[in-house]
């Protein structure tokens, strides 16, 4: 019979400062994506199923508490105290489990690439060979600033040196740790406990365990990662942006194998979370964010951005910048449109050209083609809006809501002072400012007189090419009224 798999738990490294990234915000913090670091980390973690995840905190900790709790409100945070060094953070992380026996896996929360098919192949080699320890390796060109792997001349790890405590022969080796291990529970407690902090950095390192557990002729295994770059953590801005194009052209490329078209992979970024139907296009130049959908047969760019939006089957968004909006079915948006947080446009609809909309509702088969402001409205089915219409929402004091029924146009450049309504199948005049409501079929109009100034400019502009052009007209016009009387 095949043995049980041990009880596993995860322990995520979270309490650095990251003095490398000069920010403010912890590196962990840092997004890729859509997500923080560590986000990345914890879902690759939970994907193990394992019986408690632990993230030990410090820098920063109610910050990174926080996200934490955003992302896995499961996920026990554990404070490390004043000890520095990897080793007394596991430490602690264990102090908070006390009575677990099983594997305890140890993650890196800045190693945000590294995929569940890696740890599972590193937990299987652990158990397979029975090892107290197994850590994940991998082989640079340059592997200047990592730990480096010892082995001895039958290839059996015997310790792990940190770069500022490397001799220049255990420098020059290219084989790295990558700051993910796993560990017999027993094998752990028992080693860390014997663990100093007598080296160069004056911290208690967890990669000592490896080196103590061969002097007490304990096995230590190691797997070598399949992608050394996806095994790397980040530590400055540099490394941030690669990890951010790796994560990206992974997450494309899985996309493009579920049968979107994206064409132009180097200028498209997508969001691990963002969800994309089969027979999708995505035009260059495009960003899908945060938790957008897009159903087949859409067609998004170029030169779009989509934060948290749904899209229907068949809709049309080009040029458009658009948060937390709805896109009907066979929609139609842009180009050079905005849309703000709170905008469904209903199926057929239209959103056009320098149109910007906010907290409204625009029914299917409506459009609102171009230069037009629509904040605050629930607009029917069927309607037409006219080139430059504006919702009028605010009067300095609240925001009032504009409603428009089914089946109604309105003339160019009109305005509605909200609250206000115009029932069904209503129509407005070019020019109209709608103060009052407009009942089902009544044409409504501002109707000023228009008044001519003869001479206007003349008198109160002279001197001005206009007052000369109008001089010139004038002149032209008095010379052909009076060969007119000439001929008469």
Not at 178 to 200: E, K, P
């Amino acid at each position: 019979m095949t043995a049980t798999p041990a009880p596993l738990a995860v322990v995520v490294l979270a309490a650095g400062q990251g003095t490398r990234m000069k920010s403010t915000l912890p590196k962990v913090l840092h997004p890729i994506g859509g997500l923080p670091l560590v986000g990345h980390v914890l879902h690759h973690a939970r994907a193990l199923a394992p019986e408690s995840v632990l993230v030990v905190v410090r820098h920063e900790r109610d910050r990174v508490a926080e996200a934490v709790a955003r992302i896995d409100e499961a996920a026990l945070v554990v404070d490390q105290d004043d000890v520095p060094g990897t080793g007394r953070a596991v430490e602690v992380a264990l102090a908070a489990i006390p009575d677990f026996e099983g594997d305890i896996l140890v993650l890196s929360g800045d190693v945000p690439l590294l995929d569940a098919e890696t740890l599972d192949r590193l937990l299987a080699t652990h158990r397979a060979r029975s090892a107290a320890a197994t850590l994940l390796s991998a082989v640079l060109d340059d592997a200047t600033g990592y730990g480096r792997v010892i082995r001895d001349g039958d290839g059996t790890v015997t310790r792990i040196v940190e770069q500022k405590d490397a001799t220049p022969a255990e420098a020059a080796v290219t084989e790295i740790n990558a700051g993910v291990y796993v560990f017999r529970a027993a094998s752990l407690r028992a080693q860390l406990a014997r663990v100093t902090t007598a080296n160069a950095q004056g911290e208690k390192y967890l990669t000592d365990v490896v080196g103590l557990l061969r002097e007490a002729a304990e096995d230590v295994a190691a797997e070598a990662a399949p992608d050394a770059a996806a095994a790397l953590g980040v530590n400055d801005r540099v490394q941030l942006s690669e990890a951010a194009r790796l994560l990206n052209a992974r997450t494309v490329r899985r996309w493009q194998l579920a049968g979107a078209s994206i064409l132009d992979p180097a200028t498209t970024w997508i969001d691990v979370d963002v969800t994309l139907a089969p027979d999708v296009t995505v035009l260059p130049d495009s960003y899908l964010l945060g938790a957008t959908t897009v159903a087949s047969g859409a067609v998004i760019g170029p030169d779009t951005t989509l934060v948290d939006c749904e899209v229907g089957e068949d809709a049309t968004i080009k040029r458009t910048d658009a948060t937390l909006a709805v896109i009907g079915a066979r929609a139609s948006v842009g180009p050079f449109a905005y849309l703000r947080p709170g905008t469904v446009l209903g199926d057929g609809g239209k959103i056009g050209t320098f149109v910007e909309t906010k907290n409204s509702t625009i029914g299917a088969d409506s459009k609102v083609p171009h230069l037009s402001y629509i904040g605050d409205a629930t607009i029917g089915e069927r309607a037409n809006l006219g080139a430059g219409a504006i919702s009028a929402n605010y009067d300095d004091l609240a925001k009032h809501r504009t409603v428009i029924g089914d089946d109604v146009h309105t003339g160019s450049h009109n305005v509605f002072i909200a609250p206000v309504r115009i029932e069904d199948g209503a129509k407005t005049g070019a020019g109209a400012v709608i103060r009052k409501d407009v009942p089902a079929g009544a044409l409504a109009l501002s109707v000023a007189p228009q008044r001519n100034m003869d001479g206007w400019v003349e008198k109160n502009r002279p001197g001005t090419r206009a007052a000369a052009a109008a001089a010139r007209a004038r002149s032209a016009q008095k010379a052909d009224d009076g060969s007119q009387a000439e001929e008469g």
